[in-house]
Every structure is written in structure tokens, then in C-alpha cells.
């Protein structure tokens, strides 16, 4: 599924905006912050950091995300 209301450019999907099913994952904690509104922190279940910060720019495009603690 492609975009959303808030967001056109958003990628929505199974392997694209969240880890497929059955595949481990383990929470991690990410400060997302964007041009079009403010930092926020949130926390998405993925199978290793890299692909967290995958899924936050799937779903928040132009981001900039990071991993914190």
C-alpha cells in the first residue's frame, strides 16, 4: 500500500513499514524527526536497528532517525 492522508509519499506494507510475519524481532526505541513536524520518539518492533530505521523512513519519508537508548 502506498501513502496515506497525512502523507502521499509513505510506504505502508508488510517488509516495507513493518517486519514481515514470523520473522524475530525485538523492540527498539527511535527519535524520528522530520521538516513537516516535530521530534517524537517511538519505539517499532524490527529484526535489527538498520531495519527500524528503514521502516521509520517508510513511513515518515524526509525523516531523519536514529536509534537512542
Known amino acids: 500500500m502506498i501513502g ?3 502523507n502521499p509519499e509513505s510506504k505502508f506494507g ?9 520473522v524475530r524481532t ?5 527519535l524520528v524527526e ?6 517524537m520518539r517511538v519505539e517499532l518492533r524490527a529484526e535489527t536497528a538498520r531495519h527500524a530505521v528503514r521502516y521509520a523512513k517508510a513511513r515518515w519519508p ?3 532517525a536514529k ?3
Open 34 to 39: 522530520g521538516p513537516n513536524f516535530p521530534a
Open 14 to 22: 508488510e517488509g516495507i513499514s513493518h517486519a514481515p510475519k514470523n
Open 26 to 30: 525485538r523492540p527498539y526505541k527511535l
Open 67 to 69: 536509534t537512542i537508548k
Open 4 to 6: 496515506s492522508i497525512e
Open 62 to 64: 524526509h525523516c531523519n
